[in-house]
């Protein structure tokens, strides 16, 4: 009985979790849709309806004032934005296809910019509560001549911010760096620019005390060629100011790594295998919600990042390939056929399917 209670609550712990998932990427989608209805609202966009999940509406509430229906559905992935008259032919002059096309840009990459807002603000609250992973000074040689202190945290290496997915690359950097590196500590809660040299320092270890013991060979004592000290990679606080400043590089290191990796399955330097569909990402967000707050706010900042990037590439049925029609459009001083454009974007949105389950099943294999 007590076996059964057990498995039980394991399944019912596994349910949680996985509803979890579920409502955070919900989250994610949902507040890429509120930068459409935001910016479509101060454009003078007429919108007709803003859904949270799908399926049949389970609330529905409509706005007086403008006739707006906000309807919550019983399926939680994701959420929609429908626009007047959005993929057919309309005379009406705040239907979103008869706005400018450079209004209808605005509009189309707002969700993708309110996707990087929020994964910027959830990494800066990430930060300052739990903290940061960075390089700190644990030890210095006896003889050492820089002016490191013990407990410095490295924040900056040669003008490159350390960011938390690359930290024990602050080792690589010092190695790299020719006879001086110009180097950003956090000391006592501030910061300060310090420049280090490279010298032959004695080769030891620190004891339990801190205290310095040289490395005898034959009696003699070893050299070395570098910084003289000792440095760990752990987690360090920091504060909110801190952490809002250390959010932009960060956020733009995520973007540069999505855009390398698509660069890198591109030329063939990855599969298919290595990147993940809508059932990995939700088994991925599972997983962080499974293993604490720090570690789900971490993982839905990192995937808002990507839902930014891959939305804003010209893929049929995404809003990239709908903002290359805006820009075509002002080419050409005409719009692209209607209907080619919803030819287009069904194509795509059925490959898109296709290739994500694809990618899931390779996962899985």
Request: charged share 20%.
């Amino acid at each position: 009985m007590v076996f059964i209670l057990s498995q039980f609550k394991n399944v019912l712990e596994t349910v949680g979790f996985i509803l979890l998932g579920l409502l955070s990427l919900t989250f994610m989608i949902v507040i890429h849709e509120l930068g459409h209805y935001l910016a479509g609202k101060a454009l003078g966009f007429k919108i007709l309806e803003f859904g949270i999940g799908f399926g049949p509406p389970i609330f529905k509430r409509v706005n007086k004032k403008n006739g707006e229906l906000f309807s919550i559905r019983p399926i939680p992935l994701g959420g929609f934005c429908k626009f007047e008259s959005e993929d057919e032919e309309s005379d009406s002059p705040t239907a979103f296809d008869n706005k400018p096309a450079w209004k209808r840009i605005v509009v189309l990459s707002a969700g993708a910019l309110s996707n990087l807002v929020s994964a910027l603000i959830i990494v800066t609250i990430f930060f300052s509560i739990f903290g940061q992973v960075m390089l700190k000074v644990e030890h210095i040689n006896p003889d050492s001549p820089n002016p490191l202190r013990k407990g410095d945290v490295f924040l900056k290496i040669n003008g490159r911010t350390l960011n938390i997915l690359e930290a024990n690359d602050a080792f690589s950097l010092l190695k790299k760096s020719q006879d001086t590196a110009d180097v950003i500590i956090l000391r006592n809660g501030k910061k300060e620019r310090i420049t280090i040299n490279k010298y032959y320092y004695t080769v030891g270890e620190f004891d339990e005390d801190g205290q310095f013991i040289p490395t005898l060979v034959d009696g003699e004592e070893q050299t070395n060629y570098g910084f003289g000290f000792v440095g760990s990679v752990s987690i360090q606080k920091i504060s909110f100011g801190l952490s809002l400043e250390r959010a932009f590089p960060f956020i733009f290191f995520v973007v540069y790594k999505v855009f390398e990796i698509l660069g890198r399955l591109f030329t063939g330097g990855i599969g298919l295998n290595a990147l993940g569909g809508p059932v990995t990402t939700i088994q991925v967000i599972t997983e962080a919600s499974r293993a604490g707050i720090s570690t789900l706010l971490y993982a839905i900042a990192i995937i808002s990042a990507n839902i930014a990037v891959m939305n804003l590439l010209p893929i049929p049925a995404l809003d990239g390939a709908r903002i290359l029609f805006c820009f075509i459009e002002i080419i050409r001083k005409k719009p692209v056929s209607k209907k080619l454009q919803a030819i287009i974007h069904t194509i795509g949105f059925f490959a898109i399917i296709l290739l994500a389950i694809l990618i899931d099943v390779l996962k899985f294999i």
